[in-house]
Structures are given as C-alpha cells and as structure tokens.
C-alpha cells in the first residue's frame, strides 16, 4: 500500500483545514487508517484512527471535539477534517495503514505516508 497525503497549509487559529490520505492498491479496505503528527523538537504521536470498516474511531484527547477522521473505502481514500485549530496542533501530520485495530503505535504502523505540513498561526 502506498499513501499519499495532502490538504496541509497555513491557516489562523480557530480555522479548519480538510486531509486527505489516497491509497493505492486493491486491499485498502482492510487496513486501519490513521493520522499521526509531528511537531518540531517532539516525537511523533497518534492523532487519530479508524477501523477498516469505518464503525469506530478512536482520538487522542488533544483533538477530540475538533477532529473528524472519515474513509471512502470505494475511492481508497481516508480523510482529517480539523476544526478550530490551535497553534499547537502545528506540525507535520502522516497518514498511516494498520493490521491492526483501536488506538495504534508507531510500531503498529505497517504504511506510512509522507508527511504534509500544518501550520496555525495565532
């Protein structure tokens, strides 16, 4: 599976911003998908994944409330909707596949996408 990810900009705070992850191959649809992200001088964390299915998401408590992950299994394709930003979710967000199911870890990440910066301004 590869992943390609976009939406990323500059935007003020308390704006949104729409990412989407495009999948290639045929076995998208049973894999978890997820977003992770990556501030500058942090480590990587979980922002956010979805089931195969689509029937359950899970969030990091950071974004609950403002974040909205979504898939297109008929168009391989997951989406971030991300509502009210704050300058603190600046950082390069990743898309990433699973075998596995609920909250992931990195290790648990079979695909990776490379990275699209968001950035919000206050």
């Known amino acids: 599976v590869q992943l390609q990810a976009s939406g990323g900009g500059l935007v003020q705070a308390g704006g949104s911003l729409r990412l989407t992850c495009a999948a290639s191959?045929?076995?998208?649809?049973?894999?978890?998908m997820g977003w992770f992200r990556q501030a500058p001088g942090k480590e990587r964390e979980f922002v956010t994944s979805i089931s195969s299915s689509g029937g359950s998401k899970y969030y990091a408590d950071s974004v609950k409330d403002r974040f909205t992950i979504s898939r297109d299994n008929a168009k391989n394709t997951v989406y971030l909707q991300m509502n009210n930003l704050k300058p603190e979710d600046t950082a390069v967000y990743f898309c990433a596949a699973s075998v596995v199911s609920g909250v992931l870890k990195e290790y648990q990440v079979n695909y990776w996408g490379q990275g699209t910066q968001v950035t919000v301004s206050s």
């Open positions: 191959g045929r076995t998208f649809s049973r894999y978890t």
